[in-house]
């Protein structure tokens, strides 16, 4: 696991583009590397099916790997699995909650990305969470060499891969980043995640920086028991960490300080995020204009050229 210090960022925000550009290079060549894997599995296996935890930048991974395929020629079917989910009322007893992957409809997603394959045109359905029902379908152009992307949370899960697992490439994508601070605490990617849903959620879904760390336990506990015991299916593993990212959530702090008063330390403490919000606090904020349209950074903090 890579391991980076607080002294580190802080020098390098000195150049704010300069160390944005070179991050952004990194990942860049983290999702090459990847596709060269991708690549060199086929012709045997042509379905990508991709998972990691809330806040890991799942979709816009899945997007990237698309685009440069598709730079290379190779046409690539995306499918999100968040579609495929069943409507409450049709969801067997197994599905105790949203993290269960009995939640998805399994039969379905095997049948479109078996039509796709084929080079069939497949009804792809989207899903209403305001209504939590499927909203209706989408047509979908297959192809016999093309390769279906497939991400969501249960991609690797046995109920969903062990049927795929013959013709398919595994890939986790998490920040994996550990940071030291200058008192030799560990900031851990967990924490990170966390950090990206504080930006996420209140900007995209109106939610408090104090009500999105209410509910990061609740997350953690179904993403123990069902996504990371799963990692070992996975034999494509991409870090999503981006070093200037902190620098984000700094200004998230500074834009809503009614809400950053809210932290204190006792309920920062009781959450294990006392750590992660001190460092946060100490760096100097980033100007969001700085980050590339299509970075994975965007999918938190908005105005990304992908459509979620």
């Known amino acids: 696991m890579r391991v980076i210090d607080t002294e580190n960022i802080m020098d390098a925000m000195r150049n704010e583009t300069q160390f944005v550009l070179r991050c952004e290079e990194v990942f860049h060549d983290k999702c090459s590397a990847a596709c060269g894997s991708i690549l060199s599995a086929l012709p045997q296996k042509r379905i990508v099916a991709l998972t990691g935890p809330s806040g890991s930048g799942k979709t816009t991974t899945a997007m990237r790997l698309k685009a440069y395929l598709e730079n290379l020629g190779v046409p690539v079917c995306l499918l999100s699995m968040d579609n495929f989910f069943l409507p409450l009322d049709k969801r067997p007893p197994e599905a105790e909650d949203w993290e269960s992957p009995y939640c998805v409809d399994r039969e379905q997603l095997r049948e479109v990305i078996e039509q ?51 013709r398919a490439t595994g890939v986790y994508v998490a920040p994996r980043t550990r940071i030291i601070t200058d008192d030799d605490k560990i900031i851990h990617p967990e924490q990170i995640r966390v950090a990206r849903r504080m930006v996420r959620d209140r900007r995209g879904r109106g939610k408090s920086l104090r009500e999105t760390i209410e509910r990061a336990q609740e997350v953690d506990r179904g993403e123990q028991q069902y996504i990371t015991p799963n990692k070992p299916n996975a034999s494509i593993h991409i870090d999503t960490f981006h070093d200037y990212e902190l620098c984000i959530l700094a200004r998230t702090l500074r834009e809503y300080p009614p809400e950053a008063q809210e932290l204190d330390e006792a309920f920062l403490q009781a959450h294990g995020l006392d750590v992660l919000m001190r460092v946060v606090r100490q760096l100097p904020p980033l100007s969001v204009p700085y980050v590339p349209r299509d970075s994975i950074v965007r999918e938190f903090v908005g105005g990304s050229c992908f459509a979620y």
Request: charged share 20%; with cysteine; net charge negative.
């Open 116 to 166: 796709l394959l084929c080079g069939q045109t497949a009804n792809v359905p989207w899903y209403d969470f305001v209504r939590n029902t499927t909203g209706g379908c989408k047509p979908m152009q297959g192809s016999r060499d093309c390769i279906v992307i497939a991400e969501g949370i249960h991609m690797l899960n046995p109920l969903i891969f062990d049927d795929l697992r013959a």
